[in-house]
């Protein structure tokens, strides 16, 4: 699997068109085109950018590690007043990203109200660096089918 495909494969995971990822990280939708398809390989502070955007390591992107490394291992404690008791970020033995989130159900709160602090709190962490905003929305997007069919 070339560089190429690796950005591609990265970007449809993470459920972003190219136009958005060619704007996110500023190069041109045509930039990105040939990137994908393996015409044109991009220069070190692009490589650098796409790692950093997928929150990969550039050994991944270029062919050196079979399974994409993620670049840490957080934890990150939630304020308390939002009843988001713990937003954890992990890795693990199979590279893969994995977030536990441990809701308060001691208190009486709306559906509404869980989903706004969690969104909340989802945000925080992004504008941290610890997810990018397509993560958000998917983590967002599964947490809601959970919360609306009681299954926390």
């Known amino acids: 699997m070339g560089l190429g495909d690796r950005i591609k494969q990265l970007r449809i995971q993470n459920s972003i068109d190219r ?3 060619a704007k ?4 041109t939708y045509h930039a990105l085109s040939k990137y994908e398809t ?3 390989e991009p220069d070190y502070e692009t490589i650098k950018t796409l790692a950093d955007y997928f929150n990969v ?3 991944y992107l270029l062919g050196h590690e079979q399974a994409p490394s993620y670049v840490a291992e957080e934890s990150m404690q939630y304020n ?3 009843n988001i ?3 954890k970020l992990e890795i693990d033995k199979s590279d893969a990203k994995v977030v536990r989130i441990e809701i308060d159900s001691s208190k009486n709160r709306s559906k509404e ?3 706004a602090s969690l969104k909340e709190g989802l945000e925080e962490l992004a504008e941290e660096g610890h997810f990018t905003d397509i993560q958000v929305k998917n983590i967002m997007e599964f947490m809601t089918k959970k ?3 009681n299954e926390y």
């Open 85 to 87: 008791q713990n937003i």
């Open 38 to 40: 393996n015409e044109r």
């Open 113 to 115: 109200a869980i989903l």
């Open 80 to 82: 308390k007043k939002h």
């Open 147 to 149: 919360i609306e069919n």
């Open 24 to 27: 996110s990280i500023g190069i």
């Open 57 to 59: 390591t550039t050994d």
């Open 19 to 21: 136009s958005n990822l």
